[in-house]
Nanobody, 125 residues
Framework: QVQLGESGGGLVQTGGSLRLSCAAS????????MGWFRQAPGKEREFVAT???????YYADSVKGRFTISRDNAQNTVYLQMSNLTPEDTAVYYC???????????????????WGQGTQVTVSS
């Protein structure tokens, strides 16, 4: 069982930045594929970014160049650095984990087995 806990959400103005953190349990965190998703009110959960255990990453087009996913395996933590935020980025942000090895990009919500409780990000105009 993997437990995930996000933090770092909040209210920020357009053009601002936030860094989300997701702490994970488990002794084999370095082998996990980690992902970030978000869900805005009335919308489906959508993919934001993912990072394989190798450290390679992949982003949704809507955040490419503005968001950066990273991980600290010593701290069992994955981060999402968000910059140049717009009101369209307002959502609950979730981190997710998959313990199975993968060679493909995991961009669907059902690719992941474990989820955090989410953290709210609100971008004001």
């Amino acid at each position: 069982q993997v437990q995930l806990g996000e933090s770092g959400g909040g209210l920020v103005q357009t053009g601002g930045s936030l860094r989300l953190s997701c702490a994970a349990s488990g002794r084999t965190f370095r082998g996990y594929t980690m992902g970030w998703f978000r869900q805005a009110p009335g919308k489906e959960r959508e993919f934001v970014a993912t990072m394989k255990s190798t450290g390679t990453s992949y982003y949704a087009d809507s955040v490419k160049g503005r968001f950066t996913i990273s991980r600290d395996n010593a701290q069992n933590t994955v981060y999402l650095q968000m910059s140049n935020l717009t009101p369209e980025d307002t959502a609950v942000y979730y981190c997710a984990a998959n313990r199975r090895p993968t060679i493909v990009w995991m961009v669907r919500w059902n690719d992941y087995d474990y989820w955090g409780q989410g953290t709210q990000v609100t971008v004001s105009s």
